[in-house]
């Protein structure tokens, strides 16, 4: 069974910084493409970034200021967040895709509340 557990979420001033984590459980990760999305009240959820592999993308209003990354060895999935804005509050969700048994499927963590004062 494929579980995601999400840590670092809290409360930062703007300018500040935060580290979320998502550990994941099963042995899928190493062959997975990883993401983390997040959904502000009242609004859809939205991609933040995604890695497969060595490559990487990362929404507009968050480039320069976010670092996506993955230990396949420990198969945590990270996101580093520099020069938070206000506009950055929101749950954030870690996201796995993998092929699971023949089909292709779709796992989420449980979100974490990402709050960013001005």
């Known amino acids: 069974q494929v579980q995601l557990v999400e840590s670092g979420g809290g409360l930062v001033q703007a300018g500040g910084s935060l580290r979320l984590s998502c550990t994941v459980s099963?042995?899928?990760?190493?062959?997975?493409?990883t993401g983390w999305y997040r959904q502000a009240p009242g609004r859809q959820r939205e991609l933040v970034a995604r890695i497969s592999g060595v490559s990487t993308t990362y929404a507009d209003s968050v480039k320069g200021r976010f670092t996506i990354s993955r230990d396949n060895a420990r198969n945590t999935l990270s996101l580093e967040m520099n020069s938070l804005k206000p506009e950055d509050t929101a749950v954030y969700y870690c996201?796995?895709?993998?092929?699971?048994?023949?089909?292709?499927?779709?796992?989420w963590g449980q979100g974490t509340q990402v709050t960013v004062s001005s």
């Open positions: 996201n796995v895709v993998a092929w699971v048994g023949g089909s292709l499927s779709n796992y």
């Open positions: 099963g042995s899928i990760f190493s062959r997975s493409a």
